[in-house]
């Protein structure tokens, strides 16, 4: 199969299983996991991921670790997803898909971000509907090397969400790059923030599970 049937396969077994599961929403049409894709596709207009080691932040149904690992058969995507029955669905869809470049973990981004395996490892980090900016740095910063990048998907809140974030910048050594606006295909303008890890972070972060979405930076 080329890119496109796999995607296609992908898309049909998300469909399925979602009716069973709620992975993403059981409202979900197949034209909302269309455009879910073409979302994700969005970052391959400012990066190309062929050749580096890429963490993606709560995978969920697929979105977007799985679609890029597709994409980009050079590279090597380690999705991270705490909810079983979620990173079941991933990692019996690699297997089904067979692909070889992406592998599963499971657990939470504040645990890796202290494992000696995990932390300041990887070159790129992605998160798609995760959270608010503040806190996907805390647990997107530890896990990348100094001068890796991150991308994170973003809606109109862009601006006050990168306002709010600056205490959190500074502190775990992140810089922004660059903004990417572009237009879903359902007319709804989307925002792909582009920010690049500067110095090392503090050891203490992240801090355990639960504290930086209770208590953001």
């Known amino acids: 199969m080329n890119k496109d049937e796999i995607l296609a396969c992908f898309i049909d077994d998300l469909q399925r299983e ?16 269309e455009r879910h894709v073409v979302d994700c596709t969005a970052v391959n207009e400012i990066y190309a991921f062929d050749g580096f080691r890429t963490v993606d932040i709560g995978t969920g149904g697929g979105f977007p670790g799985l ?17 079983m029955k979620k990173s079941d669905f991933l ?33 790129c980090c992605t998160s798609r509907a995760v ?10 910063m530890p896990l990348l090397r100094v001068d ?17 974030a600056a205490n959190a910048m500074q ?10 606006k572009y237009i879903w295909p359902n007319n ?4 792909l923030l582009n920010i690049r890890k500067e110095a090392q972070c503090p050891e203490k972060y992240p801090r355990r599970a639960g504290i930086p979405s209770k208590r953001p930076l």
């Open 171 to 180: 502190i775990l050594g992140g810089t922004m790059v660059k903004s990417h």
């Open 18 to 33: 979602n009716m069973k599961h709620n992975l993403i929403s059981r409202q979900a049409t197949r034209e909302d996991l």
């Open 131 to 140: 959270a608010e900016l503040r806190v996907l740095l805390e647990y997107a």
């Open 91 to 123: 990692s019996a869809e690699i297997e089904k898909l067979g692909l070889t470049n992406c592998e599963v973990v499971v657990q939470r981004a504040e645990i890796c971000g202290h494992l000696p395996e995990y932390r300041e490892s990887f070159d």
């Open 148 to 164: 890796g990048q991150a991308f994170f998907w973003k809606g109109n809140r862009w601006e006050e969400e990168l306002e709010e």
């Open 188 to 191: 709804v303008t989307r925002m």
């Open 67 to 83: 679609v890029l690992a597709i994409t980009w058969e050079k590279g090597h995507f380690t999705l991270l997803e705490s909810d």
